[in-house]
Every structure is written in structure tokens, then in C-alpha cells.
Antibody, heavy 119, light 106 residues
């Protein structure tokens, strides 16, 4: 059964760092593009970053470039998102999702993990 | 940056046809995907490559994409189709989502 399970969401203070994880099962993350997408409660979807099948292509949205880092551990079949210098407007549900490649659809999403940034 | 524009809301009566549009510059030259999201759930892919339905998605869901507009059409809309719907496309190396449309079935 194909499954993505995010974890690591928490209540943190502005300026803090946090690392999110996305554990995959039923498929190998090395066979897919893996992506992080977030959603502010009650708002729309925002793409954040993705890592290609080879791992050599990594792209970020301008809103998080320089603060967030996407990575993966093939052996653990897991995707990560390191978030630094967190701000109140980073408060959102964070989803990981897979796609077969660039310019393709996201056919499987995790359930999301909530990050709240508040003093 | 590339933008995709959706109407904030669309209303439809049960059994009728609902159409949700997604507009973007030369969107027809890209592949459009559509996602359904119900409250408290993660998005679910309902249309990809403009017109294709994933396994398990009812035939009443269909899509088209031409010119500057992609359209998600739900024929014979049912109460269970009441959800938020998001279009999505790739612009080069970035991923773009539309702002979402709340479909109300009343």
C-alpha cells in the first residue's frame, strides 16, 4: 500500500528551526520526484520545494529559498524539510507528495503535519 | 512568476453540470491537473494531463485545456462532490497551484 506519512510538526517560536519528515512506504522515493507543499489553514496550496529522481535537481519557491532545505535518505525511504528562521506566516499544514517526474501530477499525498509559529 | 486564476466559488444544483475554470497565460501549452480537497483531508488527484482520470475517480469528472483556460467539469454533480478544487501546472522548474474554488452543491 502506497503511503506517505509526515511528522515533525510542532508549535515553535519565531526564529526557531524545525525539521519535518515524510516516511514513504509501498514505493521507493528514489523512483519519484518528491515535493513539499504547504497550506495555511483555510487558504490555498503553496508549492515549496522538490527533489528530482536523481537527487541532483532541487528547486525552491522564492518564499522559502535560503531558509528551507529539502533532502532525502534513500536508505530510510524518507524525505525531509529543514526549516530555519521560521516566521508567523510559515504557520501551515505541510504535505509531502510524489510525482513521476517534472511536469507531471502529484498522485499521492501524505496526510500533512501542522507547523505553528507563534510567540 | 506564473499565475493560475480560479473563481473563488461555484454553485451547482444536484444532478446538474459544474464547470470550474483555471486561467493562465498559454495554459493550453502545459499539462493541467486538478485536485479535490475535502475539509480535514489532503488533496486527491482527480484529473491529470488535462483530461485523464486516475483509477477510482468517477467518470463524471472530466477535464479540458485549451488556449488560456483549463476546465474541470463534473457531470451529474452529487452532494459528495462538494469540496475545494485546485488546478495545478508546471511552469518550467516550478510548480504552480490555482487559488482554489469552493464547489457548493445546493
Amino acid at each position: 500500500q502506497v503511503q506517505l506519512v509526515e511528522s515533525g510538526g510542532d508549535l515553535v517560536k519565531p526564529g526557531d528551526s524545525l525539521r519535518l519528515s515524510c516516511a514513504a512506504s509501498g514505493f521507493l522515493i528514489g523512483d519519484y520526484y518528491m515535493t513539499w507543499i504547504r497550506q495555511v489553514p483555510g487558504k490555498g496550496l503553496e508549492w515549496l520545494a522538490y527533489i528530482s529522481i536523481s537527487g541532483s535537481d532541487i528547486y525552491y519557491a522564492d518564499s522559502v529559498k535560503g531558509r528551507f532545505t529539502i533532502s532525502r535518505d534513500i536508505a530510510k525511504n524518507s524525505l525531509f524539510l529543514r526549516m530555519n528562521s521560521l516566521r508567523a506566516d510559515d504557520t501551515a499544514v505541510y504535505y509531502c507528495a510524489r510525482s513521476k517526474g517534472g511536469n507531471t501530477e502529484f498522485d499521492k499525498w501524505g496526510q500533512g503535519t501542522l507547523v505553528t509559529v507563534s510567540s | 512568476s506564473y499565475d493560475l486564476t480560479q473563481p473563488p466559488s461555484v454553485s451547482v444544483s444536484p444532478g446538474q453540470t459544474a464547470s470550474i475554470t483555471c486561467s493562465g497565460d498559454e495554459l493550453g501549452d502545459k499539462f493541467a491537473s486538478w485536485y479535490q480537497q475535502k475539509p480535514g483531508q489532503s488533496p486527491l488527484l482527480v484529473i491529470y494531463h488535462d483530461t485523464k482520470r486516475p483509477s477510482g475517480i468517477p467518470e463524471r469528472f472530466s477535464g479540458s485545456n485549451s488556449g488560456n483556460t483549463a476546465t474541470l467539469t463534473i457531470s451529474g454533480t452529487q452532494a459528495m462532490d462538494e469540496s475545494d478544487y485546485y488546478c495545478q501546472a508546471w511552469d518550467g522548474t516550478t510548480v504552480v497551484f490555482g487559488g482554489g474554488t469552493k464547489l457548493t452543491v445546493l
